[in-house]
């Protein structure tokens, strides 16, 4: 290797390297006024020094169908300046011979806008692609042709899926069920697929498989990630779309339809020469299958349509506790487990003597994650007892639930135990309390007694009053008559 040619790799290198390129150019390039109908028109966007990182749809155009899209990118080194060239190419078939008017448009290329003017296009008879029979034999002829023309691409056979999934096929009212939208493909698939505007395709798919009258607890998925699983032993990457857990408020059947769900899938070039697209940009529609719940109610209880559906379990932060009496403590009463947690109600209160109680703080935390959504919820009490005495709490606090593992409602009740010692406070929390109304005006009020005679009187004359009245009534009467 020459000492020149050396020299021009380690230019090329150093400048790879340090980034020295020219400033960003944005052409776009539309086809030729005449073309045969077998033939392909294009229309293509060309960035120099620097690669295409966003651009607009291509535009449609009325006699046309668009084929796909190929790219190319090439790179040149001119006395040591480095200058590349990345193309995006848009194909479109003419469905019938006519001339055709491509309006003019603009186009945002990696941020940038630009204008288009519009342009006429005949589409005449099938051209010929024959040689003329005079023409000399060139040994490089087929070489020139396949590395500029249009290389053939063909369709690689996939091996892929997509499927809406619950993990629940029958629940009862209240009991949550997980439905996941995912891709599906299997490891040994060789078809290059790429997806086609998620958020776009799923804000449509959701409208048609929520389902009505239920709580949803979103797990909002932001990015698309692949995760091995294994499917009846066979090993697939899988891509969530979407992931939710619903729980339904009232019995019957939930039905979710068949969803169509579009993949960019690549047409692979047969024979891919240098400087074309080794690839060319398809699309593919997938369908999954359609599911059914059916929703069951719940059995016959007073509490039914107010209990909590999951599987819970207490958590106190104490166990036994002395105190004197009227000192007040806090006593946290957790509920955990799987199931609605922000439909959790307080737990039941138990009139007890001596025992008071403040309507409780309250904290709660969701954890959606592994197909379910689980947590706490916490509710903080602030409690006096006046009078000296063993106190179980078990006997105050009390919270219904339906177990749908187990198909029954069970209670959570304290283990709590307070040692109350002390001297009795029932009276000095008696008086300690503001009863309100006439009792705040106690103090203030006159303590003489009132006549009764003026009472009497008083009385007398309001009666002889009324009589009064009603003959006086009678007597306009009778004459109107």
Not at 50 to 61: A, G, L
Not at 232 to 241: D, L, T
Not at 330 to 355: C, H, K, M, V
């Amino acid at each position: 290797m020459s000492k020149t040619l050396i020299t021009s790799y380690l230019v090329l290198l150093g400048l790879l390297f340090t980034g020295n390129l020219y400033a960003q150019e944005v052409e776009v390039e539309l086809g030729p006024d005449q073309i045969g109908l077998n033939e392909t028109w294009t229309i293509k966007i060309s960035v120099a020094n620097e690669k295409i990182k966003s651009y607009d749809q291509f535009p449609e155009i009325q006699g046309f169908q668009k084929q796909g899209t190929s790219q190319s990118s090439s790179m040149n080194v001119i006395n040591g300046q480095v200058t590349s060239s990345h193309s995006f190419i848009q194909y479109y078939k003419p469905a019938r011979k006519g001339t055709f008017t491509l309006p003019a448009f603009s186009m945002t290329v990696n941020g940038k806008s630009i204008d288009v003017q519009g342009k006429n296009i005949t589409v005449g008879d099938a051209v010929s692609n024959q040689s003329s029979a005079g023409s000399s034999f060139d040994p490089f002829a087929d070489f020139y042709n396949r590395s500029a023309g249009e290389p053939e691409y063909v369709e690689v056979e996939d091996e892929a899926f997509f499927s809406v999934t619950v993990d629940k096929e029958e629940v009862f009212a209240g009991e949550g069920f997980n439905l996941t939208l995912a891709f599906y493909m299997s490891e040994n698939n060789q078809a290059p697929f790429n997806f086609y505007k998620p958020g776009d395709q799923l804000d449509q798919v959701l409208k048609k498989i929520k389902p009505a009258n239920v709580w949803e607890e979103n797990y909002n998925i932001s990015n698309i990630e692949p995760e091995q699983v294994s499917i009846n032993g066979k090993r697939w990457v899988r891509y969530k779309v979407y992931e939710a857990t619903f729980f339904p408020f009232s019995e019957g059947k939930i039905e979710i339809p068949s969803i169509p769900w579009e993949m960019i899938k690549y047409r692979v070039a047969k024979n891919p020469v240098y400087f074309n697209a080794s690839r060319q940009e398809d699309f593919k529609t997938f369908y999954s299958a359609p599911k059914t719940i059916t929703v069951k109610p719940l059995p016959a209880h007073p509490l039914k349509n107010e209990v909590v559906v999951g599987q819970f379990q207490l958590r106190e932060n104490i166990t036994e506790l002395e105190v004197e009496t009227g000192q007040g403590f806090d006593y946290n009463f957790g509920i955990t487990g799987i199931g609605n947690i922000n439909a959790i109600s307080e737990p039941r209160r138990i009139s007890t003597q001596n025992l008071n109680t403040y309507d409780p703080n309250v904290r709660q935390q969701i954890n959606r994650g592994y197909g379910r959504v689980s947590g706490i919820k916490e509710f903080n009490y602030y409690i006096t007892i006046n009078e000296a005495s063993e106190v179980d709490l078990g006997k105050s606090f009390e919270w219904i639930y339906f177990d749908p593992a187990r198909a029954v409602y069970d209670t959570l009740r304290p283990s709590a135990k307070i040692h109350v010692v002390g001297e009795s406070k029932v009276n000095q929390a008696i008086s300690s309390q503001r009863l309100g109304g006439i009792y705040d005006r106690i103090s203030s009020a006159d303590n003489e007694f009132l006549n009764e005679e003026y009472k009497y009187y008083f009385t007398t004359a309001i009666n002889l009053l009324l009589l009064a009245s009603v003959v006086f009534l009678a007597v306009v009467i009778i004459r109107k008559k």
